[in-house]
């Protein structure tokens, strides 16, 4: 099995882009030990949309790795994703799922990649109970209502979501330790 491990840390402002490498790292290792072959894509180094797009297509998972910046990716993930998926978009797409006889409904069933995973595995500053409790920021919405255009993004190729990781109060509270064993056991109990 191949596993793509797109690492979508930016080197930026205050950040370095640090721990969402060293997760990817991790990842690595892990798979690595199971028997995987795992390729990687450090976005913010830059790539050749032809080669990630034979990456992504090779892939049997993809691990999407980024930082939550303004209630969303960084906006090298989302250029990565439209190149990238763009041009591969003959070989993940049949159609946008509708039909003429019924142009209303099927919008999104159209993905052909049914037999690939995907994995979302994010870094926040905000805690966890931004994310949890309804009466907090994200209003209950958990990690994967706040990365819900990527899973949809994921779905409308025909992917198959394995569980997210998320770590949170990375900046004003790290936990470095706690947050590498958490996903290597993450990824050793969904791999």
Known sequence: MKV?????????????????????????????????????????????????????????????????WWMSEPWIVKKYLDEVFMAAAASLLKSDGRHASD?????????????????????????????????EFFEGRGCDGVTFAMHKAMEFCGMKALPSFICNDVVKNPKVDEYVNAYRAHIRANF
């Open 4 to 68: 793509l491990i797109l690492d979508g840390g930016k080197n930026f402002g205050s950040s370095g882009g640090k721990l969402n490498t060293l997760l990817c790292d991790v990842a690595s290792s892990e798979l690595e030990a199971k028997g995987y072959e795992v390729i990687r894509t450090k976005i913010d180094d830059g790539y050749d949309i032809e080669t990630e797009t034979k990456k992504v297509l090779g892939a049997d998972a993809i691990i999407w790795q980024y930082p939550g």
């Open 103 to 135: 142009p209303e409904h099927g919008y999104g069933t159209g993905g052909l990649a049914v037999n690939k995973k995907y994995m979302i595995s994010t870094t926040w500053n905000a805690p966890i109970t931004a994310f949890n409790d309804k009466n």
